[in-house]
């Protein structure tokens, strides 16, 4: 799956002859899984319609500041919110004309105006004649806006529209995605990075028919697979019975039942790994016997001798060398003190603690609220946000904590 899926790109089209090749750049984006809005200077809708950007992206495109509403009413294009809502910005073609703008901060279009208002990274594929290419001021240009930490697409050389031939056209599109998708990759902080995760409840046998479980959803241990994987890790996911799917192809997922059969999983990858997050509800303990024929109801009562699990947190704090162990607390009462006898005696580098006492928080909710707890006993609070949210903080303690 590539690194753009999900993700939201602006273009920004100026008037380039080679503004023709942004139909199928559009189209590529949209194939990798992005979503696309398009921004046009005026001038570069004689090269290329709107309307086929539109069709092809499936949202309108913004040239002006005002545009006319469906009710013929005047209607304003946010350049902040466009900015905003970008993951990714690509002008291309970038002429010399707009090189030169962006690079003074002149701001007399939409697209000059989103490119200021952008947070996000900025990629530009100059395209323009030869000579003009060469012009010291158009060096000058792109050298000022890799200064800003914008990233350049050289243009290839080849033939040109003004029928000279050399360096001067805009990359095809099929090389500009390869080259986005690489410069993505590269700059992700976890990549060549493993992380292992445990996710979901564990179901421990009672006869062929039975268990004991719990209403663990799996939804946290999940969203922290897709966070590690988003941030360039290759995931193991190891699962006990859930609902929840991945789709993402960084994402290996180990499906167990039993606590005996996570144990089994996870010290199989721990060693390779180099962070371990353990997320998953396991039973703390599990019948000492277990029928291999359905149990048939006799007397007015009975009961089930259970033993302990093995503690697969606990058994990782033994073995761990420079992995990054992370464990969760869930807990009713005297939370902190809890979390942080968890956290020592397990031989964690971090706690996540849930108190059952929040509301929205735990099992089968789509939000949680955390604090997360160092080795330090540095304590950090979040509040209630979603699990996808919880994941993104608890992945940025972690960085901040290994990789900053
Ligand atoms: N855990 C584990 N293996 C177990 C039990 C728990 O790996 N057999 C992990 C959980 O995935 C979690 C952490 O240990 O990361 C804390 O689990 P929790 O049930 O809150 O704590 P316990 O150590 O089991 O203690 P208690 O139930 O007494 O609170």
């Not at 902040?80 to 004309?97: F, I, Q």
Request: include cysteine.
């Amino acid at each position: 799956m590539s690194v753009l899926s999900g993700k939201n790109i602006l273009l920004g089209v100026t008037a380039g002859i080679a503004a023709y090749k942004t139909a199928h750049l559009v189209r590529l984006f949209i194939k990798a899984g992005a979503q696309v809005k398009v921004v046009m200077t005026p001038a570069s809708k004689d090269f290329v319609t709107p309307l086929t950007l539109s069709t092809l992206s499936n949202n309108p495109v913004y040239s002006s500041f005002y545009e006319k509403g469906e009710q013929g009413t005047e209607e304003w294009n946010s350049h902040v919110e466009l900015g905003l809502w970008a993951d990714y910005m690509l002008v291309a073609p970038a002429t010399a004309n707009t090189l030169a703008k962006m690079s003074n901060g002149v701001c007399d279009n939409l697209l000059l105006a989103v490119y200021l208002s952008a947070k996000c990274k900025v990629y530009f594929a100059p395209t323009m004649d030869l000579d003009m290419y060469k012009h010291a001021s158009t060096k000058k240009s792109i050298a000022k806006l890799q200064s800003f930490g914008n990233v350049f697409i050289s243009p290839s050389s080849g033939f040109l529209a003004s029928g000279l031939i050399g360096e001067g056209r805009m990359e095809e599109p099929e090389n500009m995605i390869s080259f986005i998708e690489n410069d993505i990759v590269k700059s992700l902080p976890l990549i060549n990075k493993k992380v292992l995760i445990t996710a979901g409840p564990t179901y421990e046998a009672i006869d062929p028919v039975r268990f004991i479980g719990n209403h663990s959803s799996g939804k946290m241990g999940f969203e922290l697979a897709k966070q590690a994987a988003n941030l360039g890790a290759t995931v193991y996911l190891v699962s006990g019975p859930s609902n929840e799917t991945v789709s993402n192809k960084r994402i290996n997922r180990i499906d167990v039942i039993s606590a005996e059969d996570m144990y089994n999983e996870v010290h199989k990858y721990f060693n390779s790994v180099d962070i371990a997050i353990l997320s998953a509800a396991v039973a703390d303990y599990k019948p000492k016997f277990v029928s291999d024929k359905k149990i048939k109801k006799s007397s007015e009562e009975m009961s089930i001798d259970l033993v302990k699990t093995k503690d697969i947190l606990a058994s990782l704090g033994k073995v761990k060398k420079s992995q990054f162990l992370v464990g969760f607390a869930l807990e009713t009462n005297n939370e902190l003190e809890n979390a942080k006898k968890k956290l020592n005696n397990k031989n964690l580098d971090l706690i996540v603690l849930n108190s059952l006492q929040d509301k929205g928080a735990g099992f089968k909710k789509e939000t949680n609220k955390v604090t997360i707890i160092d080795k330090l006993e540095n304590i950090s609070e979040f509040g209630l946000k979603s699990k996808s949210k919880v994941a993104e903080d608890i992945f940025n303690v972690i960085l901040k904590k290994n990789y900053a």
